[in-house]
């Protein structure tokens, strides 16, 4: 056995986000977005789930903070929907949404807790959708707007800030794949989408700036590693065209102004057009105080010529998996984390979500997710391995505090550490959850 020790002030925490928990969908003033015109498009969301209840935070936002206070956290990920600031995405501002957030967020200051607030996290609202969504460069300024308000409603309460959530999930899982809101599945569309997001992000950075708001400010891409199956150069550049398309591509353009020649290159041979207006490498470029990290799954692979966009195909390890099929692959979180200290250097790194699906159900009151507590053990264990290595990891936030709506996957897969009866709404702490507020105390574990 091992003690795994983290550093002094490592900040421990948890994540959920907007359409995910918060329900009331037509209460307090709140508009469209389009995961609620998604979530109702029949063939969407398995079993045609929608966030309409959900975990219904938008009324348990109390109950909710009293299960951080007890779990010990320092810091609540959570995200504001926009649509409940700006129903129409601009214009009018509703009070009611205003007023929701000052609940939650005057909660968790009471309990000690630090508001981390995410800006974007996919609800974005229909009516800017209907008029060209991301594609539209007119809605990055309305996002800046939005940002401004929020930025001045809560200057001095909320001190952390990101801007966006997965810009990859944002750009291409949504509109090159289609598995998200709105559903397009268009090369072209989704990486002028992702050149959009980047420049709404440096935006809003710039205008936290000059706003001088107190506080600190990133964004949170989403992360993967394939390893090489073999040393052959052409399954080494396979991999990382993978790796690239999550990190390089949306990390070069911020901390080097620039987006990566390799992916800007396959990207034109398979036929796509980057409009870049004078002035957006530069807006995208501004500083960002830290760099939030999603990382799940990983996976070994090889070159495989014209297959899918980037010409790798997987090698199946057999590795375990989690109950919605990720392979458990923590080495892949330590490699990420080491290219991400290799390339941009010592970016003060907050992990802003990790976590695990399983769909363990409450017996006699009690939820046993031992594969919950194993996969955070071992991602754990790969964190502390690149703070050992050199990584400036100030933070780790699990995904997710509740069970809730799995965007594609809806209510079937479970990624909490608090079990939530989608009948009854009823909370029950995970097993795991008592193993991470242990860990949260000690700030060790023992593996
Ligand atoms: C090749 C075909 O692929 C189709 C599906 O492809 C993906 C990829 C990635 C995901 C994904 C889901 N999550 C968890 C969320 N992160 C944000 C938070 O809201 C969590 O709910 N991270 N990545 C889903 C689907």
């Known amino acids: 056995m091992a003690i795994i020790q983290f550093p002094e002030g490592m900040k421990w925490g948890t994540a959920t986000a907007s359409y995910q928990i918060e329900g009331a969908v037509n209460e307090g003033g709140r508009g469209t977005s389009i995961w609620d015109t998604f979530s109702k498009t029949p063939g969407k969301v398995v079993n045609g789930d929608n966030g309409d209840i959900a975990c219904d935070s938008y009324h348990r936002y109390e109950e909710d903070v009293e299960l951080l206070t007890d779990l010990g956290v320092d810091v609540y990920r959570f995200s504001v929907a926009w649509p409940r600031i700006f129903p ?15 609940r939650l967020v005057d909660k968790l200051i009471e309990k000690g807790i630090e508001p981390m607030c995410t800006l974007y996290h ?25 940002a401004e308000l929020m930025f001045n409603e809560f200057s001095g309460k909320i001190k952390s800030w990101l801007t966006l959530n997965e810009p990859w999930c944002i750009s291409f899982l949504s509109n090159y794949i289609g598995a998200h809101a709105p559903g397009n599945k268009d090369l072209q569309l989704a990486t002028q989408i992702s050149h959009h997001l980047l420049v709404a992000h440096g935006l809003t950075v ?10 600190k400010i990133g964004f949170a891409p989403n992360t993967t590693w394939l390893e090489p199956y073999s040393n052959r150069q052409e399954d080494i550049d396979a991999c990382n065209r993978e790796i690239g398309w999550y990190i390089e591509w949306f990390m070069d353009p911020v901390f080097k102004g620039n987006y990566p020649e390799f992916m800007l290159d396959w990207f034109k041979k398979k036929g796509v057009q980057l409009e870049i207006k004078d002035g957006d490498m530069e807006a995208i470029q501004q500083r960002v105080d830290f760099l939030g990290i999603n990382y799940y799954t990983g996976h070994i692979a090889r070159y495989k010529e014209n297959s899918g966009l980037l010409d790798w195909e997987l090698v199946e390890m057999n590795y375990d998996r989690t109950d919605i099929g990720w392979p458990i692959f923590p080495e892949g979180f330590y490699n990420v984390l080491m290219r991400i200290k290799e390339s941009y250097g010592d970016i003060p790194i907050y992990i802003t979500e990790n976590g695990s699906c399983y769909n363990d159900e409450p017996e006699n009151g009690q939820v046993k997710d031992n594969g919950r507590i194993s996969y955070l053990q071992q991602h754990l264990t790969a964190l502390s391995r690149a703070i050992a290595s050199g990584v400036n990891v100030k933070g780790y936030i699990t995904w997710s ?31 795991s959850y008592y193993w991470f507020k242990q860990t949260i105390a000690n700030n060790w574990f023992e593996n």
């Open 88 to 102: 129409n995405g601009t214009g009018e501002v509703n009070q009611e949404g205003l007023e929701y957030y000052h």
């Open 122 to 146: 996919w609800d974005l609202p229909q009516a800017l959708e209907d008029k060209g969504g991301w594609n539209n460069r007119e809605t990055i300024d309305a996002f800046v707007q939005y």
């Open 206 to 215: 710039k205008k936290f700036r000059n706003l001088g708001i107190e506080g």
């Open 401 to 431: 505090l509740l069970d809730n709506f799995e965007w594609a996957e809806g209510y079937s897969m479970r990624f909490g550490i608090v079990h939530v009866n989608y009948r009854t709404l009823e909370r029950t702490k995970k097993d």
